[in-house]
């Protein structure tokens, strides 16, 4: 009797734990309102959010254009992508960033995807076996990712909004939490507390 205890004692507390991950640190949706507008300037740039504050805190999500993305700053540099990963639309605001053969790389926390921050590149390590000891070696995928221009103005980050002439395996991850994903179910949750 007492192992059947223990045992789903064990089982409740994994589950509070994947709980926990899985809903993970709260992302800010800075711009967005009820009414969908979002704060432009007059160059079309999208204002994300204080240099300092996204410097410290390295990562932030915010919805540009209605979808998510999250805006990383690492060794020194702003990246901007699609928040969920192409593959199965992972939380990549939750990722670990790994430097790859000389690249920084967000790992999708759902699956391991690897995903180069500068260029969108899907990483993966393969071998080839005509080789007489084959070893395993990074290799791209090609662009799958969407990733969005940061400008830094004035102590400011900005994100261009997408241009959506060109199609990312990304977009339709995109698309699909573009009115349900954390941030919007978030908000959701917030209002039907309010009633």
């Not at 800075?30 to 507008?37: E, K, V």
């Not at 007489?132 to 990712?145: F, M």
């Not at 395996?169 to 009633?195: C, H, I, V």
Request: proline content about 5%; charged content about 25%.
């Amino acid at each position: 009797m007492l192992d059947l205890v223990v045992l789903g004692l064990h089982f409740f507390i994994c589950f509070l734990l994947s709980l926990a991950i899985w809903r993970g640190p709260k992302d800010v949706d800075l711009h967005s309102s009820d009414t969908g507008t979002v704060e432009r300037e007059p160059d079309g740039l999208i204002l994300i959010g204080k240099e300092d504050d996204i410097k410290k805190s390295q990562r932030i999500t915010a919805k540009v254009n209605g979808r998510e993305v999250v805006v990383f700053y690492h060794e020194g540099k702003f990246h901007a992508l699609d928040s969920r990963c192409y593959h199965e639309g992972g939380p990549l605001c939750l990722g670990e960033i790994e430097d790859i053969n000389g690249q920084a790389c967000i790992i999708c926390p759902w699956h391991k995807y690897r995903i180069t921050l500068e260029t969108g590149e899907g990483l993966y390590e393969g071998i080839n076996p005509l080789e007489p000891s084959p070893t395993p070696q990074w290799q791209s995928k090609g662009v799958k990712q969407r990733i969005h221009k940061v400008t830094i103005d004035n102590g400011n980050v900005y994100v261009s909004p997408p241009d959506l002439s060109v199609s990312f395996d990304s977009d339709y991850f995109a698309d699909k939490y573009k009115n349900s994903g954390d941030l919007a179910m978030e908000k959701q949750s917030n209002s039907q507390t309010a009633e």
